[in-house]
């Protein structure tokens, strides 16, 4: 008799068969309303209503107001717009930034691109658990940090950030802090504030 094999899918943090009730949703709304939602008219109206319900339903699961809430592609989207943004934002005198050494790609890149435009960034390394030290992170940030980024929630590792003390170790400073949660939402209580 020989032994079974199984495979064991272990990567449903970046893909997951479909829940039914998010696949009723999605048809729902692929069926109708159509329309430009950022048009006038009936139709637009319409989907400007579905856009908007989405808002408010993403905004409650994260603690935001819904005017808060900016739709992307997708997670790295979400990141290059967060990162880029939070440099380009930043008074000139801030070249420097601090983000950990396993973030998603995305994060990594984005770091990487502006290190080549003149951007210091300070690649924060991580314990055997793959957590980064709070101490460590708040040594790193100063005076001319633009930003620190650190992903809460590791799709590789499944090492799990303490934001909320990395957060607080930006806010004494003034410094603001992303945190990609996109492996985060759904599976741990999220709260921007």
């Known amino acids: 008799m020989t032994a079974e094999?199984?495979?064991?899918?272990?990567?449903?943090?970046?893909?997951?068969?479909?829940?039914?009730?998010?696949?009723?949703?999605?048809?729902?709304?692929?069926?109708?309303?159509?329309?430009?939602?950022?048009?006038l008219h009936g139709p637009g109206a319409a989907a400007r209503e579905v856009v908007e319900e989405a808002r408010e339903s993403v905004a409650a699961l994260v603690g935001a107001s819904p005017e808060e809430i900016v739709f992307t592609s997708g997670g790295t989207e979400a990141d290059n717009l967060a990162v880029f943004g939070l440099a380009r934002a930043a008074p000139h005198h801030k070249r420097h930034a601090v983000i950990s050494q396993i973030e998603?790609?995305?994060?990594?890149?984005?770091?990487?691109?502006?290190?080549?435009?003149?951007?210091?960034?300070?690649?924060?390394?991580v314990d055997g658990y793959?957590?980064?030290?709070?101490?460590?992170?708040?040594?790193?940030?100063?005076?001319?940090?633009?930003?620190a980024a650190?992903?809460?929630?590791?799709?590789?590792?499944?090492?799990?950030?303490?934001?909320?003390?990395l957060a607080a170790a930006c806010t004494e400073?003034?410094?603001?802090?992303?945190?990609?949660?996109?492996?985060?939402?759904?599976r741990l209580p999220v709260d921007v504030r």
């Open 5 to 39: 094999k199984r495979a064991v899918y272990l990567d449903n943090a970046a893909t997951t068969p479909l829940d039914e009730r998010v696949l009723e949703a999605m048809l729902g709304s692929l069926k109708g309303p159509y329309g430009n939602p950022s048009a």
């Open 104 to 125: 998603h790609p995305a994060v990594r890149e984005a770091g990487r691109r502006l290190e080549a435009e003149g951007f210091e960034v300070s690649w924060l390394g």
């Open 130 to 147: 793959g957590v980064v030290d709070p101490g460590a992170f708040a040594a790193e940030l100063r005076e001319d940090t633009a930003f």
């Open 150 to 165: 650190v992903m809460w929630a590791n799709n590789e590792v499944g090492s799990v950030q303490p934001v909320g003390e």
């Open 173 to 186: 400073r003034g410094i603001p802090f992303h945190a990609d949660a996109v492996q985060a939402a759904g």
